[in-house]
Nanobody
Framework: QVQLVESGGGLVQPGGSLTLSCAASGRSVSTSLMGWYRQAPGKQRELVAQVGSIGIATYSDPVKGRFRISRDNAKNILYLQMNSLKPEDTAIYYC??????????WGQGTQVTVSS
């Protein structure tokens, strides 16, 4: 049974930083295609960052240069370090593990609010 549990969300001022964590069980983060998605109110869920088994990371244009996805293989945790946060980064952030065959696995989400 695969489980993903996110943590680290909260309220932060514009320009601030947060680091999200996704603790995985039942599957190794090092051998899986994993990512962070976000969903803002009234908008569709969108991919923020993704990292594959060989460690190549990709980012959406809005977060490129500000966010960094990483993983601790020993602890089986996926991270998302978010810097220079903007109000438009406000959303629920979800951890995702790609599965074949589908469906993918999702965490429960963690709220990130960027506001002064």
């Amino acid at each position: 049974q695969v489980q993903l549990v996110e943590s680290g969300g909260g309220l932060v001022q514009p320009g601030g930083s947060l680091t999200l964590s996704c603790a995985a069980s039942g599957r190794s983060v090092s051998t899986s295609l994993m990512g962070w998605y976000r969903q803002a109110p009234g908008k569709q869920r969108e991919l923020v960052a993704q990292v594959g088994s060989i460690g190549i990371a990709t980012y959406s244009d809005p977060v490129k240069g500000r966010f960094r996805i990483s993983r601790d293989n020993a602890k089986n945790i996926l991270y998302l370090q978010m810097n220079s946060l903007k109000p438009e980064d406000t959303a629920i952030y979800y951890c995702n593990l790609k599965s074949w065959p589908p469906p993918d696995y999702w965490g429960q989400g963690t709220q990130v609010t960027v506001s002064s």
